[in-house]
């Protein structure tokens, strides 16, 4: 129901720019598109305790853990259009530690959704705390925005970057210091 609702949206949008939907390179294009954004908007559909699928451990390691360089993509709420970065975390345990591939999958689940910037970084802090309870999270995302790139002000070299602090990260600027310079070094792999 919801696949034909929005394929025949989108044969309508195409009537409404002049397009003719039933020309051949066309014919496709509505249901292409409508599998295309739910697709892209799966994070609704999805629970941040589904994906973590409880590989959160009892692990006394109290030093800081820096997962970086995580590609998201996700689509402006504003204009429906793609911004594309990639997202650094940061955390302290306090007993206990996630599956480092179940960060990457919390934030494909809060990408997956129609998005502005700084509350994705801020949801995606609030899940590791809820998660496991750290003494401190830190979420660096740094993006560009089509919204920006292909319209509007038409900016292609323009970025942007959001954080998110929580406990110690947000209290200690030698812990911030810390993190940004993990997340800044040059890489070692």
Not at 7 to 20: P, R
Request: proline share 3%; charged share 25%; hydrophobic share 40%.
């Amino acid at each position: 129901m919801r696949l034909k609702k929005m394929t025949d949206a989108c044969g309508t949008i195409l009537e409404c720019i002049g397009e003719d939907p039933t020309r051949e390179g066309l014919i496709k294009t509505p249901e292409r598109w409508a599998k295309a954004l739910l697709f892209l908007t799966s994070g609704y559909c999805k629970t941040v305790k589904e994906v973590t699928n409880a590989a959160i451990f009892q692990e006394q390691h109290s030093e800081m853990v820096v997962v970086r360089d995580i590609d998201i993509h996700s689509l402006c709420e504003h204009h429906m259009l793609p911004f594309s970065g990639k997202i650094h975390v940061g955390y302290i345990p306090n007993g206990k530690v996630i599956g480092l591939s179940k960060i990457a999958r919390i934030a494909e689940v809060f990408s997956r959704r129609l998005q502005v910037q700084e509350r994705l970084t801020r949801e995606i802090a609030e899940a590791i705390v809820e998660a496991v309870n750290p003494l401190g999270v830190g979420v660096l995302i740094e993006s560009k925005h089509f919204c920006m790139v292909m319209r509007g002000v038409e900016k292609c070299s323009a970025s942007t970057s959001s954080s998110s602090m929580r406990g110690v990260f947000r209290k200690s600027s030698e812990v911030r210091a810390e993190f940004f310079s993990i997340i800044n070094n040059n890489r070692l792999i």
